[in-house]
C-alpha cells in the first residue's frame, strides 16, 4: 500500500523556519518526482515547489522562492522542505505529492505562521 | 493567483451532468497535459483525471475529461451527492511550474 505520511507542521512565529518532511512507501521513491502543494484556509490549492527523482533539479513558486528550499533522502524515502522567513500568508495545510503521476498524495500538515 | 480560470460553481440535481471548464493559454494547456483532482470535504485531493481524458484506476467513468486548444473540460454525469466536492485542474506551465485552476465547487441540489 502507497503511504505519504507528512509531519513537522505546527505554529511558528512570523521569520521564524519551519521544517517539513514526507515519509513515503510502497512504490519506487527515487523514481518519481515529488512535489509540495499548499492550501491556505478557505482557499484553493497552490503548488510550492517540486524536486526531480534524483534530486538533481528543483524549482520553486515565485511567492517561496529564495525562502524555502526543497530536498529528498532517497535512501529513507523521504522528502523535505525548509521553510525559512516565515510569513503570515504561508499559513496553509501543506501535502507532498508525486509530481510524475499526481497519483499519490499525502494526509497533509497544517503550519500556521502567527505571533 | 492563478492562471487556470474555473467557474467558482456548478450545481445540478441528482442524476443530471455538469460540466466544468478550465480555461488557461498557450503556455501552459495549449502545450501540456490536463489533469482533475477531486477534493471532498477535509480530505486530501485525489486524481480523478490524467492525460487530458484518462481515468486511473477505480474512478468510474461517470467522470470524463476531454481538451482543445487552451481549455479543457470536466464532465460528471449521473451527478450523485458523494459527488459534492471541490474540483481543480492542473497542469504544467512553460517555466516548469505547474499551476492549478481556480477551482469549482459541484453543488448537488
Known amino acids: 500500500e502507497v503511504q505519504l505520511l507528512e509531519s513537522g507542521g505546527g505554529l511558528v512565529q512570523p521569520g521564524g523556519s519551519l521544517r517539513l518532511s514526507c515519509a513515503a512507501s510502497?512504490?519506487?521513491?527515487?523514481?518519481?518526482?515529488m512535489s509540495w502543494v499548499r492550501q491556505a484556509p478557505g482557499k484553493g490549492l497552490e503548488w510550492v515547489s517540486a524536486i526531480t527523482g534524483s534530486g538533481g533539479s528543483t524549482y520553486y513558486a515565485d511567492s517561496v522562492k529564495g525562502r524555502f528550499t526543497i530536498s529528498r533522502d532517497n535512501s529513507k524515502n523521504t522528502l523535505f522542505l525548509q521553510m525559512n522567513s516565515l510569513r503570515g500568508e504561508d499559513t496553509a495545510v501543506y501535502y507532498c505529492a508525486d509530481s510524475s503521476a499526481w497519483f499519490y498524495w499525502g494526509q497533509g500538515t497544517l503550519v500556521t505562521v502567527s505571533s | 493567483q492563478s492562471v487556470l480560470t474555473q467557474p467558482p460553481s456548478v450545481s445540478a440535481a441528482p442524476g443530471q451532468k455538469v460540466t466544468i471548464s478550465c480555461s488557461g493559454s498557450s503556455s501552459n494547456i495549449g502545450n501540456n497535459d490536463v489533469s482533475w483532482y477531486q477534493q471532498l470535504p477535509e480530505t486530501a485531493p485525489q486524481l480523478l483525471i490524467y492525460?487530458?481524458?484518462k481515468r486511473p484506476s477505480g474512478i468510474p467513468d461517470r467522470f470524463s475529461g476531454s481538451k482543445s486548444g487552451t481549455s479543457a473540460t470536466l464532465g460528471i454525469t449521473g451527478l450523485q451527492t458523494g459527488d459534492e466536492a471541490d474540483y481543480y485542474c492542473?497542469?504544467?506551465?512553460?517555466?516548469?511550474?505547474?499551476?492549478f485552476g481556480t477551482g469549482t465547487k459541484v453543488t448537488v441540489l
Open positions: 492525460g487530458n481524458d
Open positions: 492542473g497542469t504544467w506551465d512553460s517555466s516548469l511550474h505547474y499551476v
Open positions: 510502497g512504490f519506487a521513491f527515487s523514481s518519481y518526482a
